[in-house]
């Protein structure tokens, strides 16, 4: 069966797809689609959120079938018509959302579904040797007897991997793999899928960020509204190709911003400690000021303290203590800040975690963009809401902010990341705050979006606004604060310009100058 | 990654799918009145026949509906904040009060109509009030609701003796209950409403009550989709972290949802105190807390559902009062079984035949699509 056999192993077909096409109702999500991935190669898809990339690895993984086409697998054409056949045929799925139980040990995580018998002692020693031998073998160390809710993200990511390798998993598909990881965890991913790839495994990433493609894949295939418009060799490409391809049209990848020109300060915080619900110190005496006209940026790794500094000038958590003072007025940072006031104050906040605070997913569109806002008298007529003004506020904010589809109608879930991103903005945005807080932007937004919301926010700088910027990404970081003060374990641990080096500034995050910042 | 998600078609989510459980309900239910020796089918033909029939058996339905138009709004409204108010029976006990004292107080001063509004907000206040304490230690103490509401029940079921036995029972009587309202105190039946369609009332207790839960409805479907306090309500039942972010006063809005639950609640008591008995009787409430639980989940908490979730309700007492009397071998009991199964499917395991009929419309070029990607491997 395997023509490939007398070629080079570069030539040898893991995984082939032909003609696939698969539509949901009146949407087509894959549209004739072929793919070739090598064996031993690192292969990204990459497209922007909606372009099909999920359903087609969902068709390989078993959880959809095709309505056409066919599948071949080492050059066999296979039926995968559930996940339980595509690991028999050694095919391993790392989701962006772990399956993991929380409340397991990673040993009992992997053993699940593969527990061999109602007694689990012989099936645990089994699976403890096959564990010690493939982190052994794969260089992933992780305490076998660890509960996952106690260990980072990046780690629970690890136990998702070995998962699929204990089953077998030749071909492993990771979606979206670097979303919840820190920048260092993320560099440890890809050692860890450069190590596989030389054992011989084959691996196919998704993802939209241009960057991770160019890092580490060997192939990478793009796609777009269901269809997939390239595959290229990375060598042979570049971010700026791969981005018009994915979009369809030229990109903007830097940000184009003129100098800043700050004013009179618009918030202060002032020696602010937070503590988290178990009482553990989040944010350990932060003093910052930001001024109109200018973006202060927050840079740090995720879990500094940057998400309970934020919450805590929102009026969302409580501090223990400090000052945070909004146009010169104290807010009251001890409980009794409340959020609606201060949005009436001029204090808007576009929350680091859209699916939960940002927005109920639940409800329509136009719902959402009134969040916050809902008790504004415009949106009112007595104890009833408007719903004729509210819906047509909602159709004039999907036009300015090129919100798709425009249907205020629409469930906000059945939004792509990026244009939900865009109801918190626009909602945020046209209230003509004075401050805004600014938290993840584009953490999970497609490229044609991240252009547009920094542009956004470089717009409300020029127009006199104050913004505090809280990323992970310090790309984002740099590419649009005109300040950045790097956050480790809840302090302020410097403060740099935005032109400093990756490298210098990634330093500071991993905490590593605490001691030179001390002695200035 | 957005999976590509869309929802069925509404007619398939609201309609077929009720449907399809409830027809497994009934012939898992046919299975049972075989077990005993019983023809399902003519059984069947009973419920339906003594339910619909004639003139009596639609009035005796109503009559049973408007009790769990009742407690199913109740339930309805909690579930719209996420809470779960399994109180209803209490509140709806303790809402007795309030029809009863002014039907005792005015009873013989102030025509029907007059009293009927003190009756209404009397039954609301009551039930509201049994509905704050759990409201209030959910929203200011963190206990859990459907924990302290069973316990109201309990409590409700006491104080209700109580005050049966030691206060309201007329001197010189032998049972625990209120004297018999006099004019003032009765509302009128709505035999005309009956008579429009060609059909005799006879006996059934079917009245104004009735009307007024259709007017409750619609006041919750405007309170939930059309008012701010609704709209609060929905994003806190919804993620209450958003309710947060957006500087909602949580527990002000626990306590209130509470309240509008508890008073729908109460206003059941109207509809066989002051609409049947003309008195307040011991545990006149009769499960009717408990069956406006099932109302809700088979409603979908929309009082467009509501209302022919508690026609169905009604259809089952109502027509299984009548087979009990024909098939000597079905007892009561037997009645209760069937609701339960038609619960289990309706409410419990609503969701068992939903995969299966997704794929079906996908297959067959339905408008939509699938839910998410199961999330097993």
């Not at chain 1, 996940?83 to 929380?102: C, N, R, T």
């Not at chain 1, 595959?231 to 940000?255: I, Y």
């Amino acid at each position: 069966m395997r023509s490939g056999r007398g070629r080079s192993y570069m030539s040898d077909i893991a995984i082939e797809l032909k003609g696939i096409d698969k539509s949901f109702g009146l949407v087509q999500a894959n549209r004739d689609i072929n793919l070739v991935v090598r064996k031993g190669t690192i292969h990204g898809i990459i497209g922007e959120n909606g372009a099909g990339k999920s359903t087609l690895m969902s068709i390989l993984y078993g959880f959809y079938q095709a309505d056409n086409g066919a599948i071949f697998v080492d050059n066999n054409e296979v039926e995968i018509s559930g996940p339980s056949v595509a690991i028999a045929k050694g095919i391993g799925m790392v989701h962006q959302h772990f399956m993991l139980v929380e409340n397991f040990s990673v040993l009992e995580n992997i053993m699940l579904g593969a527990e061999e018998g109602q007694i689990l002692n012989a099936g645990i020693a089994k699976v403890r040797a096959e564990l010690l031998r493939l982190e052994a073998e794969y260089g992933l160390e992780v305490d076998a007897d660890a509960i996952i809710e106690d260990l980072p993200v990046g780690i629970q990511q690890r136990v998702e991997i070995l998962k699929a390798l204990y089953r077998g998993a030749e071909i492993l598909i990771l979606d979206e793999p670097t979303g919840v990881l820190t920048p260092a965890e993320a560099d440890h991913l890809f050692r860890i899928l450069d190590q596989l790839k030389s054992q011989g495994k084959t691996i196919i990433l998704i993802t939209h960020k241009l960057r991770e493609i160019m890092a580490i894949t060997d192939e990478v295939s793009v796609m777009r509204r269901g269809e997939m418009v390239a595959t290229r060799k990375t060598a042979e490409t570049s971010v700026e190709e791969l981005a018009e391809l994915m979009v369809g049209r030229r990109v903007l990848l830097q940000v184009d911003k003129g100098v800043a020109n700050p004013g009179k300060v618009r918030l202060e915080v002032e020696n602010l400690t937070v503590r988290d619900s178990r009482g553990v110190a989040m944010v350990k005496n932060v003093s910052l000021k930001v001024r109109e006209g200018e973006i202060l940026g927050i840079a740090g790794v995720a879990g500094n303290g940057q998400s309970e500094l934020l919450q805590a000038i929102a009026g969302i958590r409580k501090a223990e203590k400090g000052r945070v003072l909004l146009n010169g007025e104290p807010i009251g940072v001890a409980g009794e800040a409340d959020p609606a006031a201060l949005r009436r104050r001029g204090l808007a906040h576009v929350p680091e975690d859209r699916h939960h605070m940002g927005l109920v997913l639940k409800f329509e569109e136009n719902e959402n963009a009134i969040l916050g806002y809902h008790d504004d008298p415009k949106y009112l007529k007595g104890m009833f809401l408007d719903i004729d003004a509210i819906r047509a506020d909602a159709a004039e904010k999907c036009r300015q902010y090129d919100i798709r589809p425009p249907d205020v109608r629409l469930k906000t879930a059945n939004f792509s990341g990026g244009n939900q991103q865009k109801i918190v903005l626009a909602r945020e945005m046209e209230r003509d705050p004075d401050v805004i807080l600014v938290g993840q932007p584009t953490r999970g937004v497609d490229v044609g979006a991240i252009e547009f919301i920094h542009k956004r926010i470089i717009e409300m700088r020029d127009a006199g606004k104050a913004v505090l910027l809280v990323s992970v990404e310090l790309d984002e970081i740099r590419a649009l604060s005109d300040r950045v003060l790097v956050m480790f374990d809840g302090r302020i641990v410097g403060e740099r310009s935005p032109e400093t080096d990756e490298g210098a500034l990634g330093l500071l995050m991993a905490g590593v100058s605490e001691t030179e910042e001390a002695v200035q | 990654m957005s999976a590509p998600y869309a929802k069925l078609p509404a007619w398939v989510d609201f309609g077929l799918i009720p449907l399809i459980n409830l027809i497994v309900a009934f012939l898992v239910a046919g299975l049972v009145v075989l077990l005993v020796g019983e023809n399902p089918i003519r059984a069947a033909g009973l419920l339906v026949e003594g339910a619909f029939g004639y003139g009596e058996g639609i009035g005796f339905t109503l009559y049973y509906a408007t009790n769990f138009i009742f407690t199913g709004l109740a339930v309805a409204i909690a579930f719209h904040c996420g809470l779960f108010n399994i109180g209803g029976e209490g509140q709806a006990y303790v809402g007795g009060l309030g029809v009863a004292l002014p039907c005792l107080w005015f009873d013989t001063i102030l025509p029907w109509y007059l009293t009927f509004p003190l009756v209404i907000l009397g039954s609301m206040f009551f039930g509201a009030l049994w509905a704050l304490i759990p409201g209030y230690l959910q929203a200011k103490r963190g206990s859990h609701v459907v924990i302290t509401t069973i316990m109201f029940n309990f409590i409700a079921s006491s104080l209700m003796v109580y005050l049966l036995v030691d206060v309201l029972k007329p001197r010189g009587s032998m049972s625990p209950e209120t004297r018999t309202f006099e004019e003032g105190g009765q509302l009128p039946r709505l035999d005309w409403l009956l008579e429009i369609f060609g059909l005799n009332i006879g006996g059934a207790p079917f009245n104004l009550s009735f009307l007024l839960a259709l007017v409750a409805s619609f006041v919750v479907w405007l309170i939930v989709w059309r008012t701010r306090l609704g709209y609060e309500i929905r994003t806190r039942g919804f993620s209450p972290s958003a309710a947060r972010y957006a500087g909602m006063k949580e527990a002000r809005i626990i306590i209130v949802t509470m309240m509008l639950s508890g008073a729908l609640a109460g206003m059941m008591a109207i509809n066989p105190i002051m609409g049947e008995q003309y008195r307040m009787q011991l545990d006149f409430v009769g499960g009717a807390g408990f069956v406006g639980i099932a109302v809700a989940l088979m409603g979908r908490s929309h009082p467009a559902g509501i209302i022919p979730a508690a026609i169905l309700f009604g259809m089952l007492y109502q027509g299984g009062a009548e087979i009990s009397f024909e098939m000597p071998q079905i007892s009561r009991d037997m009645i209760v079984i069937i609701q339960g199964l038609v619960i289990l499917f309706a409410g419990a395991m609503e969701h068992m035949f939903r995969p299966a009929i997704a794929s079906f419309f996908i297959a067959f070029g339905g408008r939509s699509g699938v839910p998410a990607a199961p999330a097993s491997e």
